[in-house]
């Protein structure tokens, strides 16, 4: 059973940029959440998606968007890329409620020149 | 503000012995305590969870202990080995109205290394 899957695992980017990352969740998972986390940082949350809706936002600007397919899969969209945008991605996804256990994936390490 | 405070940042433990990090937390609606492990370049994956309904929970080597009065938590790792070193991080949730899941609020994380 494959678990939470993110793609790239690395990019490279310049500021200004437009960046997507992409998610599949483990399987009979329904909800996706997006963290960000700095290096040396514990993983900021970023927005969680489910019915293909986003149904939490964290304290991130509007150029942190996302998108749920109807395959539960998500995309992380970050426009106007800054430097401070540098981090490693965390996708996490968990069953239907009443679950509480988020599974993480490995994370795409995102760096902005 | 940080919601859940953790410490201590870095902890060096010699092989065999217990290494304990601590967390303490205000809101009091948090009603689940996940700790999760990451090495370096992966995601942090979960070791163990505790409700506010029991006091301690332990899985093999890895025991959570819970004060819900004092707001603290803490993760004992017994019989600690050179493969438990990582970087340690406790979290909270706490569901919300219109939400299937609350999202997780993160300590800083403690960096553990263990001496052979």
């Known amino acids: 059973d494959a678990g939470v899957t993110q793609s790239p695992t690395h990019l490279i980017k310049t500021r200004g940029q437009q960046v997507t990352l992409r998610c599949s969740p483990k399987?009979?998972?329904?909800?996706v959440s997006w963290y960000q986390q700095a290096l040396g940082q514990g993983p900021q949350f970023i927005f969680q998606?489910?019915?293909?809706?986003?149904?939490q936002r964290g304290n991130f600007p509007d150029r942190f968007s996302g998108h749920q397919f109807p395959n539960y899969s998500s995309e992380l969209n970050v426009n106007a890329l800054l430097l401070g945008d540098s981090a490693l991605y965390l996708c996490?996804?968990?069953?239907?409620?009443?679950?509480?256990?988020?599974?993480f994936g490995p994370g795409t390490r995102l760096t902005v020149l | 503000q940080q919601q859940v405070k953790q410490s201590p940042q870095s902890l060096i433990v010699q092989k065999g012995g217990i290494s304990i990090i601590n967390c303490a937390y205000e809101?009091?609606?948090?009603?689940?305590f996940p700790w999760y492990q990451q090495f370096p370049g992966k995601g942090p994956a979960l070791l163990i969870a505790?409700?506010?309904?029991?006091s301690e929970k332990k899985e093999g080597r890895f025991t959570i202990s819970f004060n819900k009065s004092a707001k603290q938590f803490s993760l004992h790792i017994m019989d600690s080995q050179p493969g438990d070193s990582a970087t340690y991080f406790c979290?909270?949730?706490?569901?919300?109205?219109?939400?299937?899941?609350?999202?997780?609020?993160f300590g800083r994380g403690t960096q553990l290394t263990v001496w052979p």
């Open positions: 996490a996804s968990s069953a239907a409620p009443p679950a509480d256990t988020q599974y």
């Open positions: 399987s009979g998972h329904d909800t």
């Open positions: 998606y489910y019915e293909e809706e986003e149904r």
């Open positions: 809101n009091t609606a948090f009603d689940y």
């Open positions: 505790i409700r506010p309904d029991v």
């Open positions: 979290a909270a949730s706490m569901k919300r109205r219109g939400s299937t899941l609350g999202r997780l609020y």
